[in-house]
């Protein structure tokens, strides 16, 4: 059976963020982000790809076109296809997400 | 900003599993599982439909295709496309799981 643990992944850089890809196919990809404090995912849009955003621990700050709101564990955020989105850790903790892309890109 | 508060939702019934719909595209839908001790989703298969589920609390029994494993919180279980796949909650507390599954087959 594939499944992966996802509290035993801690992949933390003091570079940037880092992305632990979890599965993929060409339905979706399935990604943990570690984000340390003051670390983001710049604002961008997918034309015809929608993303989930789970935080799994910590809080960050989430853009979603002309919103922004800090949210934190148990949370999940919707960023549709064509939307400007992305993720600030404005916290002073790490910031853990599990984050959900479909369709995915990389099979077009 | 559309978001949801995955912990606040607690929608158990003596029934039968609870489906409660987060988010909904034509790429995908995203729900919360909530299973009482014994309640199951019944082993079955989509053939084009890729599904995740992720353990939020509790424990359940997983099967895909031919392999069956107790897994619990923070574990996330890929059921790819074809494959025949269930849960059961095979433990004596309540089993809730966020579930994603691609493309969405309401919008064929």
């Known amino acids: 059976m594939d499944f992966k643990d996802v509290p035993a992944i801690n992949q933390f850089s003091p570079d940037k963020m880092q992305k632990i890809n ?20 710049k604002i961008h849009a997918h034309k015809d790809e929608d993303k989930l955003y789970f935080v799994l621990d910590g809080r960050g ?10 949210l ?8 549709p296809a064509g939307s400007n989105h992305g993720v600030k850790n ?9 984050v959900f892309m479909t369709p995915n890109p990389n099979f077009k």
Chains 1, 2 share one sequence.
């Not at 700050?61 to 800090?70: C, L, S, Y």
């Not at 934190?72 to 960023?79: D, H, L, S, T």
């Open 90 to 98: 404005t916290s002073q903790a790490r910031l853990k997400l599990l």
């Open 22 to 41: 979890l599965f993929e196919t060409q339905n979706f990809f399935c990604d943990v982000y570690c984000l340390e404090p003051g670390q983001e995912q």
């Open 72 to 79: 934190g564990e148990g949370k999940i955020i919707f960023a």
């Open 61 to 70: 700050t989430f853009f979603v076109d002309d919103e922004q709101q800090e």
